[in-house]
């Protein structure tokens, strides 16, 4: 039976599981995820694990921060005056904001702390600094 392999594209059922068991994101309700071997469209310990899985099979694995969104950075924390905020925005710790830089770049940043005078952004990836944990299954060697 076929082997994937880079440059195959693949079909992937997954759940993806915190250390402490938590589900942050499955493709068990849905349909699977499709993607090519070595294109770099999912983190590199997923393709990793992927590759050389057979359709039909299933494993799990566990895919380490250098892996999958690297660690959490300092320097990807800033602190801005809330007056630099949308008047009309009324911010909340949680919440995602879409930032625009000059160029034209866009990013998705979270509020990790709001004060009177100041807001906390965080511009890492939720799930930097994190191991993470996935239940894969190959559907499909397309």
Known sequence: MAQAQLGDTVKVHYTGKLTDNTVFDSSKDGEPLTFTLGSGQVIPGFEKAVVGMQPGETKTTTIPME??????????????????LPADLEPEVGQQLQVVQPDGTAFIVTITDVSDSEVTLDANHPLAGEDLIFDLKLVEIV
């Open 67 to 84: 892996q999958a969104y690297g660690p959490h950075r300092p320097e990807l924390m800033l602190t801005v005056d809330r007056g630099d």
